[in-house]
């Protein structure tokens, strides 16, 4: 019988081999690997790298912020994430006040459903840890919402520190994954007062209301709270060498701790915020950019494995008409950099072609220990027989100057305007059909699906 697809010849890349070989489809799931095999239809991809598709581990699309919300929508935002290669975002739920965990992911699935051109699966965000939020964790489990975000600032978000060990226990004894955004609230506080009280109000000042020290201080304290009950954490979007360093230490003492960092950090630095005018706005974005021994520092991790994952904190806002809703003062800018149609040609182009990482590594990073963490693994992230047939064929040698018009995302910019790329996405499938063609998206509207997370696999030790 033959497949119903077969991709010849292509050079296929795990998180632990690169080997040439076909690859049979049948059914929307990757069916045998081997050579000479049988398609009823057929793709030639000679020359290229085939790859599991690529798996966001961090996206808010169309998310509520202050009197704006962010300018992809579900459609938009996961059409883009497709002509980048990835083929499935897990994305976040707030709950509106007095709303239970269950209302805030049935009207979030809502917005996605029929919309989506990629699988899509939530974290939950706690916002407290009142009895009836942690009674509903089990329900949110048994749903497929295995991983729970908690918040260290922003006032109606942040739990405090009792209320955080609450929910690492509550959360830990279902089997549940605990992901925090880390940044000391009372220094950001501090900074932000400071520079309002002595009229700076620029966007320049930004990175001086949050300096890295808050970044340093609160992934510390969430690791001693995560090491004081014994539960697991994954630390969302490090941006820093001081909270990598503090991921590592923690490892090091044998702790069960998994970071992330995001394409904005390995690849772009404070100095965006010395550009004139306004356009430092366009790079406001929390935990903000840092220095470029930062970056360092994070490409160091993900070579040693401390750091497991590259997200993008995909929340864009235009510069007209939603970054400049800050103009008078830059605690006013809606923080949130796109970032979801370049990460696996961004960090191709500047981890692999650089030396910084493996292709191996690149593939684990982006597609496959994500889905592994929050329990989409063998589904996602693989190209094993039985696996859902989302495969990305990327061309290692096209040359591209990225750039906003080229982009597909719904946003009047990109950070990474003028990036020299070599090696791109050249064909994006979902369960076995072909998504996206050269440049062009093939019916994806509504193509994707509601994924269940299985229980998150949360080993640390590199
Ligand atoms: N930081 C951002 O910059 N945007 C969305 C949420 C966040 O934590
Ligand atoms: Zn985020």
Not at 27 to 42: C, P, S, V, Y
Not at 157 to 185: C, P, Y
Not at 216 to 225: C, K, N, Q, T, Y
């Amino acid at each position: 019988m033959p497949f119903d697809l077969v991709i010849h010849d292509g050079l296929l890349v795990t998180l632990s081999d690169t080997f040439q070989a076909d690859l049979g489809i049948t059914g929307g799931k990757i069916a045998a690997i081997g050579q000479k095999l049988h398609g009823e239809k057929t793709i030639n991809a000679r020359g290229l790298y085939v790859l599991p598709g690529a798996v966001d581990p961090h996206t808010h699309l169309e998310m509520p912020v202050g009197k704006t919300k962010s300018s992809d929508d579900w459609f938009t935002g996961t059409r883009a994430a497709a002509h980048g290669g990835t083929t499935t975002v897990i994305d976040f739920v707030e709950t509106a006040p007095h709303q239970s965990l269950v209302d805030a992911l049935a009207a979030r699935r809502s917005l996605a459903e029929n919309r989506a051109a990629i699988d899509f699966a939530f974290h939950m965000t706690l916002s407290n840890a009142s009895r009836s939020t942690l009674d509903e964790i089990p329900a949110m489990i048994e749903t497929g919402v295995t991983s729970f975000k908690v918040y260290t600032t922003y006032a109606g978000l942040r739990l405090t520190d009792s209320e955080f060990l609450k929910v690492l226990q509550a959360v830990s004894a279902h089997k549940g994954l605990v992901i925090v955004h880390s940044e000391n609230d009372s220094i950001v506080k501090y900074f932000t007062q400071k520079l309002l009280d002595s009229g700076k109000l620029a966007p320049q000042y930004h990175p001086l209301s949050r300096p890295d020290i808050a970044e340093g201080e609160a992934v510390a304290r969430i690791l001693s709270l995560a090491e004081a009950v014994c539960a697991p954490v994954y630390i969302v979007h490090i941006s820093s060498a001081k909270g990598a360093k503090a991921v590592a230490a923690a490892q090091l003492r044998g702790q069960n701790v998994l970071g992330e960092t995001c394409t904005q950090y390995l690849l772009l630095t404070e100095a965006e915020y010395q550009r004139p005018g306004f356009e430092a706005a366009k790079f406001v974005c929390q935990p903000p950019l840092r220095k470029a021994e930062d970056c360092a520092a994070l490409w160091a991790a993900l070579g040693t494995g401390s750091i497991r994952t590259i997200g993008t904190d995909h929340c864009p806002f235009n510069f007209v008409g939603q970054k400049d809703m800050g103009s008078e003062r830059f605690t006013e800018i809606p923080g949130g950099l796109p970032g979801i149609e370049s990460r696996l040609a961004l960090v191709y182009s500047y981890g692999v072609r650089k030396g910084l990482i493996s292709l191996n590594q690149w593939v684990s990073l982006c597609c496959t220990n994500p889905a592994v963490i929050f329990g989409l693994y063998p589904r996602k992230g693989s190209l094993l027989p039985g696996a859902d047939a989302d495969i990305v064929l990327f061309d290692p040698k096209i040359k591209k100057t990225l750039s906003h018009t080229m982009l597909h995302e719904n946003v009047d910019y990109t950070p990474y305007e003028g990036f020299q790329l070599q090696g791109y996405p050249v064909k994006t499938l979902l369960r076995g059909e072909v998504l996206i063609d050269g440049e062009k998206a093939i019916n994806v509207a509504g193509k994707g699906k509601y994924l269940k997370c299985g229980l998150p696999r949360i080993r640390s030790t590199p």
